[in-house]
Nanobody, 128 residues
């Protein structure tokens, strides 16, 4: 199994930046793809970005509008999300997810159903 722990969330002002981190432990050799998702109160979980651990290719949800950057430090088994020019609409719990090598029903890296393991989330609150 893979265990994921997010950190870096907090309360910021509109226009500020944050860097979220997700540290993976356990069977990290099984990880194929990692992604970030977010969920605001009363709303469905939505995709933010994903990255291939093998190729480094990245995928972004259109709604991110180029403000977010996903990256990894494989030596540290850590996933990052750099968030710039934050807006109140970005307020949500941000979740880290990992997809393992193996057969799955979808090839959409921006779909929550693609992933096998999830962290508990870190709260990001952006005030106006």
């Amino acid at each position: 199994q893979v265990q994921l722990v997010e950190s870096g969330g907090g309360l910021v002002q509109a226009g500020d930046s944050l860097r979220l981190s997700c540290t993976a432990s356990g069977s990290t050799f099984r990880i194929f793809t990692m992604g970030w998702f977010r969920q605001a109160p009363g709303k469905e979980r939505e995709s933010v970005a994903a990255i291939s651990k093998t190729t480094g290719n990245t995928y972004y949800a259109d709604s991110m509008e180029g403000r977010f950057t996903i990256s990894t430090d494989n030596a540290k088994n850590t996933l990052y999300l750099e968030m710039n020019n934050l807006k109140p609409e970005d307020t949500a719990v941000y979740y880290c997810a990992a997809a393992n090598f193996g057969t799955r029903s979808t090839n959409d890296w921006l779909s929550p159903t693609f992933y096998d393991n999830w962290g508990q989330g870190t709260q990001v609150t952006v005030s106006s």
